[in-house]
């Protein structure tokens, strides 16, 4: 889904808050369809969404993302000052291609482990909506299978 021609960006007039929210998380997307990847300082937010750029992802905002609610959408952005910028650790801030304002669609916990092998349907709320949640399941396939849900979306 494309964001519509327009949109207002963060804490601009006509968004939904003058002041979005910043979140210590990184976000990358897939056909304008946006992860948010939250965790603490060294839990891999950066490191998924590096793996997520190989795979054909656009990045979003690395470490801290802007968002905010337009109708029952929320939206992500990167701040000015990091826009197109991502680290990697022991090799440098990168360019990236700035994927620009996308729709969140599901928001990732690093911090909880999913102990599942089949996890039930979680869920977060999140300026008013409730977005999707999913666990940090600690294998080297999470960052291929958040693409397909992005792409894809999630049957059981």
């Not at 990184?26 to 603490?40: N, Q, Y």
């Not at 294998?139 to 999630?154: N, S």
Request: negative net charge.
């Amino acid at each position: 889904m494309e964001i519509p021609a327009g949109t207002p960006a963060p804490g601009a007039p006509g968004s939904a808050a003058d002041t979005p929210l910043r979140l210590h998380a990184t976000s990358v997307a897939v056909d304008g369809h946006a992860v948010l990847i939250a965790g603490a300082a060294g839990a891999g937010k950066s490191s998924i969404a590096l793996q997520m750029l190989a795979l054909g992802a656009q990045l979003v905002s690395d470490d801290i993302t802007c968002l905010w609610r337009q109708g029952e959408t929320i939206l992500a952005d990167a701040p000015d000052t990091i826009r197109g910028r991502i680290e990697a650790r022991g090799v440098g801030i990168l360019n990236a291609h700035a994927a620009g304002p996308s729709k969140v669609a599901v928001w990732v916990d690093l911090d909880t482990a999913e102990r599942d092998r089949l996890p039930p349907l979680r869920d977060r709320a999140l300026l008013g909506i409730t977005l999707p949640l999913l666990h940090n399941p600690e294998t080297g396939c999470f960052p291929a299978a958040i693409m397909q849900y992005l792409r894809h979306g999630r049957y059981a």
